[in-house]
């Protein structure tokens, strides 16, 4: 039974090269190389040594040759059984041998045991694996930034699972999906390398659909004047699935950045905003001028004034009070994006007019009608009096301010009915 067994692994070794020539995108002479190393491991903690052995390997057949080289020596003289032979069983193989030449003998694998052809395969599965790894790494390192179609494998909560052309697995993570996105085993996706992480040399390939680097690969791809260096693109500013801004230049006069990205009637845009799950993108002219940039980062309000503190990346904008909601937007939406595509904090604050601005009360005058913790909390943000918070938007007090919506519906009724006494 037991001979039974042993003679069963030679097949099963055989079709594991097969197998691993079909599916490995491992080139062929380092494929050969490791296959020689394994079975040169195997021998040399059998014989003491391999170097008298010759090892043929053929991956395309999955076979291999094993062959012992040893010197014939007079009977009785054999002092190394690995590197010499006996005259009288050198002569069992070929009846002419005689004494100091060398005999090539084929050895059969499968005679040196079942412990051995199994530290063949360990050996030979792990030094597999880890130039799997380090083909996968190899690959996809230099190719983050760059966008990929894969097809769902499988969907969990927290990821889901794609797999490429050649069933390399790759990872979308919750967070780097857009929020609508819905995801069906065996359909496509589209998605950027985000990073390929190694840990201890088990690569993991890493997509996002949110990054701003996936809707600019998208920009490429349907802007030739971008793919041609005629415009480019200097920052992207995304709410995932809501919303996004754009700012682009053009390096010829010729060329409008804005209408060549957006296409006749959005025609070039179309087919990102259905990719992006609708999303609305805003593409404005880039500037190098602040205050023009932020200006242009908060269409489609129209800022009235606004002081910047370069110092501190802040910018304080004024709007006539129709103009106001605009600038914020959704949600607080378009003031977001606009910070984000600036990197400026922009506070919004109506435009006064003299005489309202001349009325005004010190926010501490209140403190028998509102908590001081409430008043400390606005002045935290820079407003000192009623007439600031008045001017302020609201969703800016309740965001910066950290305070519930009926706290500051409640302050506001109270500066209002100061004003209108």
Not at 106 to 130: H, M, P
Not at 242 to 248: C, G, H, T
Not at 342 to 348: A, L, P, R, S, W
Request: charged fraction near 35%.
């Amino acid at each position: 039974m037991a001979a039974r067994k042993i003679e069963e692994e030679r097949p099963n070794m055989i079709e594991t090269f097969k197998e691993f020539k079909d599916t490995k995108s491992i080139d062929r002479t380092t494929l050969v190389s490791v296959l020689e190393e394994s079975f040169r491991n195997v021998l040399a903690k059998i014989f003491g040594s391999d170097e008298n052995f010759d090892v043929i390997v053929n991956p395309d057949k999955g076979d291999f040759e094993i062959h012992r080289n040893r010197v014939v020596v007079a009977d009785g003289e054999v002092e190394d059984e690995n590197k010499e032979i006996s005259l009288t069983d050198a002569r069992k193989i070929e009846a002419d041998y005689e004494v100091g030449e060398d005999v090539s003998e084929e050895v059969d694998f499968n005679k040196f045991g079942r412990r051995a052809i199994l530290n063949l395969r360990q050996t030979l599965a792990s030094k597999i694996l880890e130039l799997e790894h380090d083909s996968l790494y190899n690959k996809y390192k230099d190719r983050v930034g760059q966008i990929i179609s894969g097809e769902v494998y499988q969907t969990w909560k927290r990821e889901v699972l794609l797999v490429d052309d050649e069933n390399n697995e790759l990872i979308l993570p919750k967070g780097e999906q857009i929020p609508r996105d819905q995801y069906r085993k065996g359909e496509t996706v589209r998605a950027v390398i985000h990073r390929v992480d190694n840990e201890n040399n088990n690569p993991k390939i890493i997509l996002s659909r949110t990054a701003p680097e996936f809707l600019e690969r998208l920009l490429e791809a349907e802007v030739p004047e971008i793919n041609d260096g005629l415009i480019a693109i200097r920052k992207i500013a995304r709410m995932p699935g809501e919303r996004a801004k754009i700012a682009v230049e053009s390096f010829d006069e010729r060329i409008d950045p804005v209408g060549a990205c957006v296409g006749v009637r959005g025609s070039r845009v179309h087919g990102i905003v259905r990719e992006l799950c609708n999303e609305n993108l805003d593409v404005i002219n880039w500037t190098a001028n602040t205050k023009l940039f932020i200006q242009r980062a908060l269409a489609p309000a129209k800022v009235s004034s606004l002081t910047v503190d370069e110092e501190n990346k802040k910018a304080e904008v004024y709007l006539q009070p129709e103009e106001v909601s605009l600038a914020i937007g959704r949600g607080g939406m378009n003031i977001k994006l606009a910070s984000m595509l600036t990197g400026y904090t922009i506070d919004v604050f109506r435009e006064l007019d003299e005489q309202s601005a001349e009325e005004d009360i010190y926010l501490d005058e209140f403190s028998d009608e509102i908590d001081q913790w409430v008043i400390d909390a606005i002045k935290g943000i820079g407003l000192d009096t009623a007439r600031q918070v008045l001017n302020a938007p609201r969703e800016m007090l309740i965001e910066k301010a950290d305070l519930e919506v009926e706290t500051v519906d409640s302050v506001l009724n109270v500066l209002k009915s100061e004003f209108e006494q």
